[in-house]
């Protein structure tokens, strides 16, 4: 059975619309990346580990733990 992905936004796409931001998705094994301006313009797949590493270092960036 084929289901639709389930997107989901960055929590940093702030108020309002709320589409100034990308969406991401599991498709395993990989993460799914896309831009909810332009969803059907494709995406970005990476590995699990790949996004983890870029996340932390979001975190890190930030002060936040990772």
Do not use: Q
């Not at 989901?8 to 990346?33: F, M, Q, W």
Request: with cysteine; net charge positive; glycine share 10%.
């Amino acid at each position: 059975m084929i289901t639709p992905d389930s997107w989901r936004k960055s929590s940093y796409s702030g108020s309002g619309d709320g589409n100034a931001c990308v969406e991401v998705t599991l498709r395993h094994p990989c993460i799914a990346i896309r831009d909810s301006k332009n969803p059907s313009h494709g995406t970005l797949s990476v590995s699990a580990p790949v996004f983890a590493a870029f996340v932390g270092a979001l975190r890190e960036r930030e002060g936040r733990p990772a």
